[in-house]
C-alpha cells in the first residue's frame, strides 16, 4: 500500500491536531512556532487533499465537524504509537535510565524519602516515576517496572515481594490529646475513623479490621477519601484515626508524628511486589534498582524489628 497517497504532510496533520485539541488557531500558531495565517493556510490543505470540511472556522472556539473529529481520532491514535515506539526507543539506547510506576501514597511515604539513598549509589542512573493516583499503577512498554499492591498474580507479569504489608490504627498526638481515652478496639467505634475508598477487594478497611476483633460495627464515623496518600495526609492533621500500614507509616511513627493504638499487628492479605512484563528482560538499570530495592526493604525490616514502636496503649 502506497500511503502518501492517503496521507498528507507531518505538519499538515500537526496542525490539524493541535487545532483541534486546541479549538483555536491562534493557539495551534503559538504552539507549533508558525503564523495563524500559516495554520490556516494547513488546514485548508488539509481540507482539499481530503476533499472533506474538517472544522468550522467561522465559530468562536473553533468547532471540528463530524467528519473532522473521525479523522482527528484517527491522526491522535496514529501519533500516539508514532511517539510511544520513538520514546520507548530512545530509552533503548539510554541505558542509564528507567520509569517506575508507583501508588501515590507509597510513592511519597515510602519510595521517594529513599531515593536520594540510590542517587548517591548509583549517581549514573536515572530514575523517572510516573504515579497512579487510584488503581493499580501503569505497567506498558514505557513502563520498566511498577510498584504494586496485591496477590503478585497479575497476568503477563513477573513479580517480587516487596513488602508484606502489616496493618494498625494510627493517629497523631494532636487527636489523642483532644480524645477519649483508647483501651480496647471496640473503643474505636465512638471514634472519628478516616476511611480510603479502593477498587482492590485485597485492600484491608476499617469493618475488616473490627471483624478480627469480633467486634461488630454499624455504620462507622468518619470521612471517606478517595485516595490513601489523602487519608494518611489528615491523620497526621489531628483529623482522625487512620489504618496505617508498614509502607506508609512506619516513617511518621519512628518521627513521633503518628502513634500506633495497639501492639498488635494483622498481615493484610496482599502485598507490596515489584512487578515486571513477563518475557521481558531488565535493563540493566532496572535489575540495579529492582536489587537496591529489594536491599533496602531488607534495611527497612532490620530497623523495624529492632524499633519499639512509640503506641498510645500497651
Known amino acids: 500500500m502506497k500511503y502518501w497517497r492517503h496521507v498528507p504532510p507531518l505538519r499538515v496533520m500537526l496542525a490539524v491536531e493541535a487545532t483541534a485539541r486546541l479549538e483555536s488557531l491562534s493557539k495551534a500558531a503559538n504552539e507549533l512556532n508558525v503564523t495563524q495565517s500559516a495554520i490556516s493556510h494547513l488546514i485548508t490543505q488539509a481540507e482539499e487533499f481530503l ?95 511498577s510498584v504494586r499492591f496485591g496477590r ?77 496518600l489523602t487519608m494518611m495526609q489528615a491523620a497526621l492533621a489531628g483529623e482522625g484515626i487512620a489504618l496505617g500500614w508498614i509502607g506508609t507509616a512506619t516513617e511518621f511513627v519512628r518521627a513521633g508524628q503518628l502513634f500506633e493504638l495497639f501492639n498488635d499487628k494483622i498481615q493484610a492479605d496482599g502485598g507490596i511486589y515489584l512487578v515486571w512484563r513477563k518475557n521481558v528482560p531488565l535493563s540493566a538499570a532496572a535489575k540495579t534498582f529492582a536489587r537496591w530495592m529489594l536491599a533496602s526493604r531488607d534495611a527497612s525490616l532490620r530497623d523495624l524489628k529492632g524499633h519499639s514502636p512509640t503506641t498510645a496503649v500497651d
Open 51 to 145: 476533499s472533506v470540511r474538517l472544522f468550522d472556522r467561522q465559530s468562536r472556539p473553533v468547532r471540528v465537524t463530524i467528519e473532522g473529529r473521525r479523522y482527528v481520532n484517527a491522526l491522535v491514535a496514529g501519533l500516539d504509537i508514532i511517539s510511544l515506539e520513538g520514546e520507548t526507543l530512545q530509552r533503548g539506547h539510554n541505558a542509564d535510565s528507567l520509569t517506575v510506576s508507583c501508588n501515590l501514597a507509597y510513592a511519597n511515604f515510602w519510595l521517594l524519602p529513599r531515593l536520594k539513598e540510590f542517587h548517591e549509589s548509583h549517581p549514573e542512573i536515572t530514575v523517572n516515576m510516573v504515579t497512579a493516583y487510584q488503581g493499580l499503577p501503569e505497567l506498558s512498554e514505557r513502563i520498566d517496572i
Open 152 to 228: 503478585g498474580n497479575w497476568p503477563d507479569c513477573d513479580a517480587e515481594l516487596l513488602l508484606s504489608e502489616l496493618i494498625t490504627p494510627v493517629a497523631s498526638p494532636v487527636y489523642l490529646a483532644r480524645s477519649a481515652t483508647i483501651e480496647t478496639p471496640r473503643d474505636l467505634t465512638h471514634h472519628r475513623l478516616l476511611h480510603a475508598r479502593a477498587d482492590d477487594k485485597t485492600w484491608f478497611d476499617w469493618e475488616q479490621w473490627f471483624a478480627h476483633y469480633g467486634v461488630k460495627t454499624h455504620p462507622l464515623p468518619g470521612p471517606h477519601f478517595d485516595n490513601h
